[in-house]
């Protein structure tokens, strides 16, 4: 098994810039989390998709941020227009579980380093 | 690789030493804890989770100890080896979807 893959695995972009951000989960999952990682605010959950559906996106930062999964292996984290300090890693991870279980058996992806300058 | 902390709390231990690495958490309601181990350039990766109805739980080489009056877990790692050298991060599960909630992190550097 791959595991869960990110891409791209690093990304530096300027202020205003789009970025688009790619996950493909463990085959099988049905459950996708999305989480930013920085120094100052440590691991946060972004949101949360189980079997495709959004269930829960309170940690999503602002309106300039959206998620999508199209399909059970495919989802998008995008920033529109991208600002310094959204500078963090990104993570996604995947559970074969729903609901509260899910968040006992996550497996987390390598990461997106984004650096917006 | 990633960095995930320039400012985190840090534990030196000598190879083969025992290292003990603590975390409290904030909601009292929270019924089960997760520690995961993070290596540079890499996600969290899970180690060993404890049910609240439960004290003390052992998997090879780690013990998760559960202290629910005052809100802390403790993670135990015997005869520490270099392949230990991570950031370690408690979560505790909380909410009705179950979302996960991180610490801070712990920096475990193994010295050889």
């Known amino acids: 098994d791959a595991g869960v893959i990110q891409s791209p695995r690093h990304e530096v972009t300027e202020m205003g810039q789009e970025v688009t951000l790619r996950c493909k989960p463990i085959?099988?999952?049905?459950?996708l989390f999305w989480y930013r990682q920085t120094m100052m605010r440590g691991l946060e959950l972004l949101i949360y998709?189980?079997?495709?559906?959004?269930?829960?996106d309170s940690g999503m930062p602002e309106d300039r941020f959206s998620a999508k999964m199209p399909n059970a292996s495919f989802s998008t984290l995008k920033i529109q227009p991208s600002e310094p300090r959204d500078s963090a890693v990104y993570f996604c991870?995947?559970?074969?579980?729903?609901?509260?279980?899910?968040?006992?058996?996550?497996?987390f992806g390598p990461g997106t380093r984004l650096t917006v300058t | 690789g990633e960095s995930v902390g320039l400012h985190l709390p840090t534990l030196s231990v000598q190879e083969g030493d025992n290292s003990i690495i603590n975390c409290a958490y904030s909601n009292s309601a929270s019924d089960y804890f997760i520690w995961y181990k993070q290596e540079s350039g890499k996600g969290p990766q899970f180690i060993i989770d404890?049910?609240?109805?439960?004290d003390k739980r052992q998997g090879q080489r780690v013990t998760v100890l559960l202290n629910k009056t005052v809100k802390h877990l403790s993670l135990q790692i015997a005869a520490t080896q270099p392949g230990d050298s991570a950031v370690y991060f408690c979560?505790?599960?909380?909410?009705?979807?179950?979302?996960?909630?991180f610490g801070k992190g712990t920096k475990l550097s193994v010295k050889p």
């Open positions: 404890i049910r609240s109805n439960m």
């Open positions: 998709f189980n079997n495709n559906v959004p269930i829960d």
């Open positions: 991870a995947s559970s074969k579980k729903t609901g509260r279980q899910a968040a006992y058996e996550q497996y």
């Open positions: 085959s099988g999952h049905n459950s």
């Open positions: 979560a505790e599960v909380g909410g009705s979807q179950g979302n996960l909630i």
